[in-house]
């Protein structure tokens, strides 16, 4: 037992820490926390150590199985928290120390916790107004969480840098994502050093990844061509959807593999973004119907590719964003690189390739940027230009080039 030396002090007598694992919990984000439990005077108090899918998770030895591709670091990480703590318990008891569950878990974590930090800096962004920046900070303390890296501020140097950034590239995040996820905690180390929660950045001289410096993108005549491969099979779906995107105002992939039968109607498109969350109505051209024609039957959805149904968004969104994107990779990755190859064209054929395309003939035909603005669903006209401007940018770079022969 503890012996009450003062409100939430005990001496330690009979302590006891734990690994917890709650039992038949849905969480939104489809993942089980994993818990170190102070257990003092029947009271407990827990801090969570990392998310784990149920399915990795082993209940009876408080661990994660080890078809888990990182279990073994996980594991480690979670048994070296058990043992500190058992540790510090043996200590306080020892030398007849009070401790309280504020005192305990500070020494958990090694002093403040960096997800703590994000948490506060998203909450301060929210109150400025800056959803989106704040989101990024939610989605960095997610990632943090779910990669298994302790998150005390103590032990993120840059080896766990390179640890993190490691994870991201396993998950399939890409470069730019990447890049804006690891310059958040850049930025969020800034303010730790002025603030003096930290001496030293260990992002300082890590190579923050960026995404392509140009965006690559179609003339009318390479589009004509893409359009006009004879191809069959899922290449040939693929190609499809690129040309139905293109056409459609330079429509998103996660758009355009969610899109629904029931998004097509009386001959308009009609679609939220799941990005902008702009709606969109747009006729549909000869062109476009052209596209969908032959296509398999895939239940809910117009092109054949998600398999998984749309409610799962609102009882597990991360499967499915996680399902979405693996589709995203395999259009892409392979059947947008056969097209690509069998086009003869030496340019990178991605399904972001459609949004600028769309962008680049549009241009090309003179037409106003502010009415591209509103095609493209940009809330704001530096994004618009940014796309006008690299185009103008790489024309007048490949002009320049030429001049030289």
Avoid at 233 to 242: E, L, P, Y
Wanted: glycine share 6%.
């Amino acid at each position: 037992m503890f012996a009450l030396c003062s409100p939430w002090h005990y001496i330690c007598l009979m302590a006891s820490v734990e690994i917890y694992i709650p039992k038949d919990r849905n969480y939104k984000s489809g993942k089980s926390p994993i818990y170190l439990q102070f257990i003092v005077s029947r009271r407990k108090f827990k801090k969570q150590i990392c998310f784990i899918e149920p399915d990795f998770l082993d209940r009876n030895k408080a661990s994660v199985k080890a078809k888990h591709p990182e279990s073994v670091r996980i594991n480690r990480l979670i048994h070296k928290k058990l043992s500190e703590a058992k540790a510090y318990l043996l200590d306080c008891e020892f030398n007849e120390e009070p401790v309280s569950p504020r005192d305990f878990f500070r020494y958990y974590t090694g002093g403040a916790s960096i997800i703590d930090h994000l948490e506060a800096r998203e909450s301060s962004l929210k109150d400025q107004g800056s959803i989106s920046r704040a989101n990024t900070f939610k989605y960095i303390r997610q990632k943090i969480v779910s990669s298994g890296l302790s998150p005390q501020l103590s032990g993120i140097n840059e080896t766990w840098v390179e640890s993190f950034n490691l994870y991201l590239i396993r998950s399939n995040i890409g470069p730019g994502t990447r890049g804006l996820y690891l310059s958040g905690l850049n930025a969020l180390f800034k303010r730790l050093i002025n603030q003096g929660y930290v001496k030293s950045n260990p992002l300082l001289d890590f190579k923050i990844p960026k995404g392509h410096g140009t965006k690559e993108k179609y003339s009318l005549e390479e589009f004509n061509i893409i359009r006009s491969l004879e191809l069959t099979g899922k290449v040939h779906f693929a190609r499809q959807m690129f040309v139905f995107a293109t056409m459609a105002r330079g429509m998103r992939a996660f758009d355009a593999l969610t899109l629904k039968s029931s998004n097509i109607e009386a001959g308009r498109l009609k679609y939220t973004s799941q990005k902008s969350k702009k709606e969109f109505n747009i006729e549909m051209n000869p062109m476009m119907t052209a596209c969908l024609e032959g296509l398999p039957d895939n239940g809910e959805y117009v092109f054949p590719f998600v398999k998984m149904k749309s409610s799962m968004m609102k009882t597990n969104k991360e499967k499915y964003l996680r399902h979405v994107g693996a589709k995203n990779n395999s259009v892409n990755q392979t059947y947008l690189a056969k097209v690509e190859k069998l086009s003869g064209i030496s340019k990178h054929l991605t399904f972001h390739v459609a949004r600028n395309t769309f962008s680049n003939i549009w241009l090309q035909s003179g037409s106003d940027l502010r009415v591209l603005q509103e095609l493209l669903g940009h809330s704001d006209l530096k994004a618009t230009m940014a796309y006008a401007n690299e185009i103008k940018q790489g024309e007048a770079l490949d002009k320049a080039a030429k001049s030289m022969f």
